[in-house]
């Protein structure tokens, strides 16, 4: 007889342990995804201001024109309506500026979550291994922040314990203390 104890386990054990894996890995998955994709979108909301400040700066900036075209048609004298012009091009080039900036930024955005895509593909490829070659591949112990907290009950392969108050094999009750 084996002293190994995952030779011992049922089918039934083993069933319910594959799923559990599997559910632990599609959950590692996702958390690893929306990590992923929560950086580039962070980005993205960067880009999208700037460009809106820009936006905003080009909208302001065509009411100094307009003005600046009105004063230099009814004045045609230089001091006022040079100094709405002068005005009016130091905005557009601030616009200019910072559109420039938030094309920069939406360019370095990456949607694909690569390292995601990485890893579910080493998965697979370990999956398939170990289908290949049963047996042969060690599975990695459960990181302990991902460890399913459960509660210590009283399983049908443990040995009733005989009492002389008739709770043999069971936990008792706290209720029932009083």
């Known amino acids: 007889m084996s002293t190994d104890p995952r030779q011992e386990r049922t089918l039934g054990q083993l069933v319910a342990s594959a799923?559990?894996?599997?559910?632990?890995?599609?959950?590692?998955?996702?958390?690893?995804?929306?990590?992923?994709?929560?950086?580039?979108?962070?980005?993205?909301?960067?880009?999208?201001?700037?460009l809106a400040a820009a936006a905003v700066v080009v909208f302001y900036s065509v009411y100094f024109l307009f003005t600046t075209m009105a004063e230099g048609?009814?004045?045609?004298?230089?001091?006022?309506?040079?100094?709405?012009?002068?005005?009016?091009?130091?905005?557009?080039?601030?616009?200019?500026?910072l559109g420039l900036l938030g094309v920069r930024k939406m360019k370095t955005v990456n949607p694909t979550p690569e390292r995601t895509i990485a890893e579910a593909q080493e998965t697979v490829a370990a999956v398939r291994s170990a289908a290949e070659h049963p047996g042969t591949t060690v599975p990695a112990p459960r990181p302990e922040w991902d460890r399913p907290v459960i509660p210590a009950t009283v399983s049908a392969?443990?040995?009733?314990?005989?009492?002389?108050?008739?709770?043999?094999?069971?936990?008792?009750d706290p209720s029932r203390d009083a």
């Open 19 to 50: 799923t559990q894996d599997i559910s632990t890995l599609v959950r590692s998955e996702i958390a690893l995804a929306k990590a992923e994709v929560s950086v580039q979108v962070k980005k993205a909301g960067v880009g999208g201001g700037l």
């Open 73 to 97: 048609i009814q004045a045609l004298g230089l001091p006022r309506w040079a100094s709405f012009l002068i005005v009016t091009v130091f905005m557009l080039i601030v616009a200019a500026i």
């Open 157 to 172: 392969d443990t040995p009733a314990v005989s009492s002389s108050n008739g709770t043999a094999g069971r936990t008792p």
